[in-house]
């Protein structure tokens, strides 16, 4: 997703849940996965490339040190380890096709609205079908030049991130429910927190 998105969904999420200095801590390190140096090299921070399994292996790892910086005086460093894992979290829902399986299933009738989509329903989460974007170098880069974007998509395969992607309402009409799957999975990511942590710890974490 773009960055401001991913900064609208994270306050929207997590908005009363924490300080307003952690939640600013928080969403500017979600924000800097989006930078050129993590975007290059750093399938795992947006499950690019269909890096599933290295990119669940990044949150259960940013889960762990937000766990064990909270066991230090200096607890600070869990809010951006929070934000790096509610980013790849968020991207989930932009970059799989996690949100059109969702939809296929109500093919032979209407489609619930965005509000109800479920964004961890096993089943999906789990299926040989879920993947994400490829990304066609250097065809991806000129994806984003507005004068070459329309050759571009002529170009890119159906699987490319480019053609996939549901960063923002511009890319596809499903963009509203993959921005409130990722406003549901911030704050289901939240509550998995919330039951791991001791009431002190947690207080430390929200900083509230």
């Not at 089943?123 to 994806?143: A, M, Q």
Request: proline share 8%.
């Amino acid at each position: 997703m773009l960055k401001q998105i991913h900064v609208e969904i994270t306050r929207e999420a997590l908005n009363g849940r924490f300080s307003p200095r952690a939640l600013a801590v928080i969403s500017a390190a979600n924000s800097r996965q989006d930078t050129l140096r993590g975007q290059i090299g750093h399938n795992e921070y947006h499950f690019d490339n269909n890096a599933m399994e290295a990119s669940y292996r990044y949150i259960n790892e940013q889960r762990g040190f937000i766990l064990a910086s909270l066991l230090l005086p200096n607890s600070s460093p869990a809010w951006p380890a929070f934000g790096r894992l509610i980013h790849t979290a968020q991207d989930f829902y932009a970059h799989t096709n996690y949100v059109f399986l969702w939809l296929a299933r109500f093919k032979d009738s209407t489609p619930p609205p965005p509000p109800e989509i479920d964004p961890i329903e096993k089943s999906l989460i789990r299926s040989p079908d879920l993947h994400s974007g490829k990304l066609y170098y250097p065809l991806e880069v000129l994806y984003f030049i507005p004068t070459f974007r329309k050759a571009v998509m002529s170009i890119l395969p159906y699987d490319s991130h480019a053609c996939m992607n549901l960063d923002s309402p511009k890319h596809n009409s499903q963009f509203e429910y993959a921005r409130v799957a990722a406003i549901k999975r911030t704050q289901y990511e939240f509550g998995i927190l919330e039951k791991l942590l001791p009431p002190e710890m947690f207080g430390r974490f929200t900083d509230l």
